[in-house]
């Protein structure tokens, strides 16, 4: 060991002299470079089941302008046979600039296989990259005969109709020979948690995820080689109710996908010899729920008695005397598939910010931060004393625990301590939206280092960031970006505390925009869009929450348009075609059961929806319902849901489809003008709603664009603040701003008072709130029944805070950021403002700053793109590019939007007179 260490160590040395004495020439084929190979958005992922799956990867060059001309790609089934080049699964070399999602076309795949590959590339420069360091994929299971486990079930008589305690099953074995590898495939009715050899098994949490379970099923597949010992083992896996017999929605309603829960697992080695055995569910298994899990519910909380903790239960040589037999039964394996979206994981902690006593001998913890997950309790207590742990966002204003708003969630942890030392716990089967922790029964008094917050939600990569020179802007952008936290957990719910928690569609396409320019959502929105299409109606509805736990309600506009919208938004953000061919029928189903609504004269009149939720309306205190009138915005709806599914089947090169969605999509615009917009420019729903819906939609005729943007300039200058709820909030900034209005959108942005979006955060709040005035300004709390203060739609204003304050946007033309969009407007006071967001193909950038008269922009492309820069002034000679004029290798062109400059990858500076901007903006 220690001459390989010393080797290693002359190599180093050696290859650092290399560098510092060869000449630069040498090393400048080194500039160009292949790096981050994923497949599937996925750095080496073990288990997937898309049978061509797709190759992604971004280059490294110093050279401004490169371009990927040509790859290659060699697979191999082994690492060896890839670094030897030899027998290869297949070797493809295509001038292309691809660089993300090529499509794997070798031989078929089977179950189990690993292949790994590289890749290497040439740019427009005439430089070649080295070959990208080997990464691999490992195919899952793909047939149903590959499942050689049973499912099995506990004998326990349970009464499913209130919360019961966690079951726990186990298997003892021996392993006589040398083991190679390890794999186990695992799912389960109900969340598990598994162990081999009294160590748990992965870091993923809430598995296997929430899906549509009676018509697909996720399953996991961890490696544990490293846990599996020779000689005896034990496996042990504990059983939650979850999502799937649970609580879930509202009035007590459980057990919406069964009322048994179940384990179905197996585990496969590889031994040095070559030879193989498998370790299955069956009836060999035995099982119990006499444990510590009293209960553990999604909604309610957990008790947990660590009195009765079995220790060494998951190890061999544990007396399971006491445990009862299992039962095999016959249940599906037909719709078991690999797991695709980012898994949920502990991703961070929280220290308390501080303690306030109570006078009742309770200790309140204020964690700083609205947050979903649950807190880690240190303590050392007597044998048979039980600490109460209670969870809510909000005190009142005289200081006391408010939980009106979680309404029958309990969000209650009990712990029974086993005395005589120091204990850690944290639960298994729950999760919490909170800022602030009540505590009873804790023995002594308890400080900052007794309870940590533990911030759970699915494991995407934080791709952007938006800050500016408005300290409370920047507090709103920290909002956004916890409320996604909050409420990204396996699927995109509308609040994390109260008796709700599930996947609404409105709340998940409205946000969807800002979600993609702030974390890498593809895969997210992936997952829960095919469950999406899995739970639609015979007769084409879109059901309101998905995965459906309100039996089929759905097709209500703007909720149901989901179907159409987010897959819409992965293609933008990701380049992602496929996503577009899977959800297409889905899509058009949606489409056609609005226009089977609509009969002959293409309006969708007199059925209930939700309108524009939660919309301001000074008459009514609650303002639950919506005042814009519902059937023009389910027209508008009908009309934008269809022109997009009109350009996504021009993407797939369906020209026939194409042609009757964007025929079908004028005859709604048409209708929508002859019923709701008046000859003057007026809507029959004068609201501001009405008036962005129009115009973002463009449902507005050419020649009366210019007064219905009036008209809403002049309703928000009416009010002095919006009005708008969860489908005109969304897009009122970047409508005003594309219309000509940028100052009354910084002034929608800049207002402080209610209703805006920096009132909540004048009030505390660290997320997004569902209403805008969840906190009153007497410090009182709006109707219980209806106010989270984690709902992220609101936060929809993010969008254009990266697209529009910073500007840097995608380019429908050429989507996933293969082409950008540079366009920033400056204004509202702020001096400065950045943008960065971590695309498929590196990193992007826009930067701008008020210096005495003079902007400054900076702007970084990542290789293989270009993008369009459109400075805010009235004449270009005004414009500098790295302290010159304009040079002559860049192309000046005039589009719709005005003059721009297209770029290559690189970093640029651009200057020019503030006067000139402003004179631009105005």
Known sequence: MKLKILIRVCICIILAWMVLLCPISVWAGGQLAVVNPRVEYKVNPVGIDVKNP???????????????TAYAI???????????????????????????????????????????????????HGGVSDWSDPSFWEMGLLKDSDWSAK??????????????????????????????????????????????????????VFTPGWTSYNKRLQYQVYDVTELIEQGSNAMGVTLGDGWYRGFLGWSDNRNVYGKKLALLAQLEIIYEDGSREIIRTDKSWKATNDGPIILSEIYMGEMYDARKEMEG???????????????????????????????????????????????NGSYIFDMGQNMVGWVQ?????QRGSTITIRHTEALDKDGNFYTENLRAAKQTIQYTCKGNEEEIFEPHFTFQGFRFVEMTGYPGKPDLESITGIVIHSDMLSTGNFVCSDSLINQLQHNIQWGLKGNFLDVPTDCPQRDERMGWTGDAQVFAPTACFNVDAASFYTKWSVDLALDQTEDGKVTDVVPDVLNGGGGHTGWADAGVIVPWTVYLNYGDERILQNQYESMKEWVHYMESKAEDNYLWLYDWHYGDWLSYDASSPSYMGAYTAIDLIATAYFAYSTDLLGRIAQVLDKPEEAEEYQNLSKKIKQAFQDEYVTQNGRLIADTQTAYTLALSMKLVPEAMIEKV????NYSVHMFRHITTGFLGTPRICQTLSDFGYVDTAYMLLNRKEYPSWLYPVTMGATTIWERWDGIKPDSTFQDAGM??????????????????????????VNPGYKHIIIKPQPGGGLTHAKAEIKTMYGLASSSWQIDGDQITLTVTIPPNTTASVYPPVDEFDDVRIDGESLPEWNDLVSDMDGPSITIGSGTYMFTWPLDSGEDAAN
């Open 54 to 68: 797709r190759m992604s990867w971004e280059i490294l060059s110093e050279k401004r302008n490169t371009r990927q």
């Open 313 to 359: 239960w998951a190890a061999s040589q544990f007396d399971d005397s006491a445990w009862g037999k299992v039962k095999v039964t016959k249940l599906p394996k037909n719709h078991l598939v690999a797991s695709f979206g980012p898994p949920v994981k502990k991703i961070e902690t929280i220290k308390p910010i501080k303690i306030i006593p109570k006078q």
């Open 787 to 812: 106010n989270s203060l984690n709902h992220y739609a609101y936060g929809a204003i993010g969008k254009w805070l990266y697209s529009t304050v910073a500007g840097i946007d995608v380019d429908e």
């Open 151 to 204: 499912w099995i079930e506990s004998n326990i008589t349970e009464d499913t109709l209130i919360s019961q305690p966690a079951q726990y099953f186990r298997k003892e074995f021996r392993l006589d020979k040398s083991v190679q590898s390890a794999k186990l495939y695992i799912t389960s009715h109900g969340l598990y948690e598994s162990f081999l050899n009294d160590q748990l098994i992965g870091d993923q």
């Open 377 to 381: 309790l240190k303590v050392k207590g």
């Open 74 to 124: 060699q697979y191999a089934s082994s690492l060896q046979k890839l670094e030897e080049v030899e027998d290869l699964l297949w070797n493809v070399k295509v001038e292309s600039d691809r660089s993300i999602h090529v499509v794997y076309d070798g031989p078929a795949l089977k179950s189990r296989d690993r292949v790994y590959w590289q890749v290497k590339v040439w740019d427009n």
């Open 709 to 712: 943007a009036w008209n809403l």
